[in-house]
């Protein structure tokens, strides 16, 4: 059994006994081992902005590491909620990218975890105009500020 299959069924069985009904699909793309959460039910699976779905995906990976300590990281989503809301947060930033571009002023992005600011980072990476930077703090949900890059 692969480490992905072994998540799926952690998932499933999760599930099952919260009483969802759900059909997994497995997917070994470019982010890396997904599992897709189809259901009738999916507010009730993501929860208030997305905070149920990363608990569950915090919880399967617990328990695969659990069971196979060199497994890797595997992604949960619900009904592509994940993958809209990372579409919503790189087009939401390139227009912001654009508003620094054009007006010089820098701008705020909401907090968001580090997953979500590695993905906002590495969308400015090779920009020659706009870069992004992680506000510091001790908190696990950081802004990122869109600054104009000095010549």
């Known amino acids: 059994m692969t480490p992905l299959e072994h998540a799926r069924q952690i ?12 059909q997994i699909e497995e997917d070994n793309g470019p982010d ?6 189809l259901t009738d ?32 990281r595997v ?3 619900v009904e592509f909620y994940r993958s809209m809301r990372e579409d919503k947060m790189v087009a939401r930033a390139k227009e912001l990218g654009d508003r620094v571009r ?3 002023q820098s701008a705020d992005l909401p ?3 580090s997953y979500y600011r590695r993905l906002i980072h590495n969308v400015f990476v090779n920009d020659p105009e706009v870069m992004s930077v992680s506000q510091e703090g001790n ?13």
């Open 41 to 72: 039910d999916s507010d009730g699976l993501i929860g208030r902005r997305g905070e149920t779905l990363e608990d569950i995906q915090y919880l399967v990976n617990r328990v695969l590491q659990r069971h196979l300590k060199d497994a890797p």
């Open 102 to 104: 054009a007006t010089g």
């Open 32 to 37: 890396g081992p997904t599992l897709q959460v």
């Open 75 to 77: 992604r949960v989503d």
């Open 139 to 151: 908190a696990r949900f950081k802004r990122i500020v869109l600054k104009r890059r000095s010549s």
């Open 111 to 113: 907090p968001m975890n």
């Open 11 to 22: 998932l499933d069985t999760m599930l099952g006994y919260l009483g969802f009904v759900v």
